[in-house]
C-alpha cells in the first residue's frame, strides 16, 4: 500500500513539474513575441522636446513646449510614453501617460491612456516609421498618427466628422534630446 501511494505521489509531482514547465514554455513564447513586437517601438526610447501648436474653439492657436519620455519596462514587453505641454511661463498645461502593450494572441497593439482624470483604450496600428490611433467621441474621430525619422517626432492630431473637412487640432514636432532609463531606472532595490 505504501509501495502505491508512494508511486502515485511520484507521478503526481512528474506531472505537476512537467505541466509547470509547459506553461513556463507557454509563457516565454508569450514573452518573446511581446519583446520583438515592442522592438518596433524603440524609435520612442529616449528624451525628447520641441513645440505643440494646439488649435483653440475661437479658431487662434495656443503654443506649448512638449516634452515626451519614453522606455521599455516589464524586461522590455512593455513601453512607457509620457508627454507633457509647458506654456510660455513654465506652467505644466497638459500631462498624459501612455502605455502599450502588444498582444501575441491577436496579433494587436493597444494604447491605454491617462490625463485630466480620463483613461482610454485605442488599438494602435504600427508602422515602421511611427504610429497612429483613434479616439471615438460621439460623431467625431480624432486621429492621432505620428511620424518618428532622424531623430524627429512629429505628429498631427485631426478632428474627422462625417461630410466635413479633417480640422488639425495639434501639431507636434519634438526633436530627440537624450537618452533615459525611464521607467525602469530607479527602482527601489531589495536593500
Known amino acids: 500500500m505504501r509501495r502505491a501511494f508512494r508511486l502515485a505521489a511520484a507521478i503526481v ?3 505537476a513539474a512537467a505541466g509547470q514547465s ?6 516565454n513564447a508569450v514573452v518573446d513575441a511581446q519583446k520583438a513586437a515592442m ?4 524609435m520612442l526610447d529616449g528624451t525628447w522636446r520641441g513645440t505643440a501648436s494646439v488649435a483653440l474653439a475661437d479658431g487662434t492657436r495656443r503654443e506649448l513646449v512638449q516634452t515626451e519620455r519614453s522606455g521599455a519596462a516589464l524586461d522590455g ?8 505641454g509647458y506654456a510660455a511661463d513654465g506652467r505644466l498645461e497638459f500631462h498624459a ?5 502588444y498582444s501575441p494572441q491577436e496579433r494587436s ?3 491605454r491612456t491617462y490625463t485630466r482624470g480620463r483613461q482610454g483604450d485605442y488599438p494602435l496600428d504600427v508602422r515602421d516609421d511611427g504610429f497612429s490611433w483613434t479616439q471615438r467621441h460621439g460623431p467625431v474621430t480624432i486621429r492621432h498618427t505620428a511620424t518618428i525619422r ?12 462625417d461630410g ?16 533615459t532609463d525611464w521607467p525602469e531606472g530607479g527602482a527601489v532595490p531589495p536593500r
Do not use: N
Open 13 to 15: 509531482l512528474l506531472l
Open 109 to 111: 497593439y493597444s494604447l
Open 39 to 42: 522592438r518596433r517601438l524603440a
Open 22 to 27: 509547459g506553461a513556463q514554455s507557454a509563457g
Open 164 to 179: 466635413q473637412p479633417a480640422v488639425r487640432m495639434i501639431e507636434t514636432r519634438l526633436q530627440r534630446v537624450g537618452d
Open 97 to 101: 501617460i501612455g502605455v502599450i502593450s
Open 150 to 161: 532622424d531623430g524627429t517626432w512629429t505628429e498631427i492630431s485631426e478632428r474627422l466628422a
Open 77 to 84: 514587453t512593455l513601453r512607457f510614453v509620457e508627454g507633457r
